[in-house]
């Protein structure tokens, strides 16, 4: 049973950082395509961030330079590290997996990965 849990999201001002956390079990972590997505409210879903089994990168064009996504397989968690946080990126983030997208190709189908989170709520201030 492949399980999700996001966790570290919250109320920052704009200009702040959050960490967002994903714990994964159920499944080999280390060979999935990892991704964070975020839908905010009466907005289609979004890819953000992605990672690939072998550590490729790719991020959505609105959150580079600011956002990092890594992985600890040791742990089977997977991290989004927000930075110069915008009153825009307030949305409900999601983790997710899937078993054989590249990175590129996760954040081009937003509602295509695997396996999902219950999400974790992002609120920035201006």
């Known amino acids: 049973q492949v399980q999700l849990v996001e966790s570290g999201g919250g109320s920052v001002q704009a200009g702040g950082s959050l960490k967002l956390s994903c714990a994964a079990s159920g499944y080999t972590y280390s060979r999935y395509c990892m991704g964070w997505f975020r839908q905010a409210p009466g907005k289609e879903r979004e890819g953000v961030a992605a990672?690939?089994?072998?550590?490729?990168?790719s991020y959505a064009d609105s959150v580079k330079g600011r956002f990092t996504i890594s992985n600890d397989n040791a742990k089977n968690t997977l991290y989004l590290q927000m930075n110069s946080l915008k009153p825009e990126d307030t949305a409900m983030y999601y983790c997710a997996a899937d078993t054989h997208m590249t990175a590129i190709q996760a954040l081009g189908v937003p509602y295509g990965m695997d396996y999902w989170g219950e999400g974790t709520v992002v609120t920035i201030s201006s």
């Open positions: 990672i690939d089994s072998d550590g490729s990168t």
